[in-house]
């Protein structure tokens, strides 16, 4: 049986390492530094779950979420902000665009992160 995909759409480096490790070897992981690169790997990969950063070079992950929900092939596909940013502005924003779940970085230990994405790919 082929391995459930998690697309990790950030661009710290030592976040994403840390995510891959702790993903795999349960999950197929797929990077991406930006939303272009992103949306071409959702299009060539159709992953399980999006765990998407909001503050990304080019395109925001807002800005990004927003496209993902209005494409038709991809908008099923379950997304989890995980972000610096934690406002309550920024977290009614994310859950309005369309994300099952907003975590905050500095409120969340890696473990934490691991639970909520293997509970949302298991629904």
Do not use: C, H
Request: charged share 35%; hydrophobic share 40%.
């Amino acid at each position: 049986m082929e391995k459930q995909k998690i697309l990790i759409v950030e661009d710290d480096r030592t976040l994403v390492d840390i995510l891959k490790e702790a993903f795999e070897p349960d999950y197929q992981t797929v990077i991406a530094g930006d939303s272009s690169s992103a949306m071409a790997k959702i299009k060539r990969d159709a992953p399980d779950l999006i765990l998407l950063d909001i503050l990304l070079p080019g395109k925001s992950g807002f800005e990004f979420l927003a496209e993902i929900k209005n494409d038709n092939e991809i908008k099923n596909i379950p997304v989890i902000i995980l972000s610096n940013l934690g406002q309550d502005t920024e977290i009614k924003k994310g859950m309005s665009l369309g994300a099952i779940d907003y975590l905050v970085k500095s409120d969340f230990t890696i473990d934490e992160v691991i639970k909520k994405a293997k509970k949302a790919i298991t629904k």
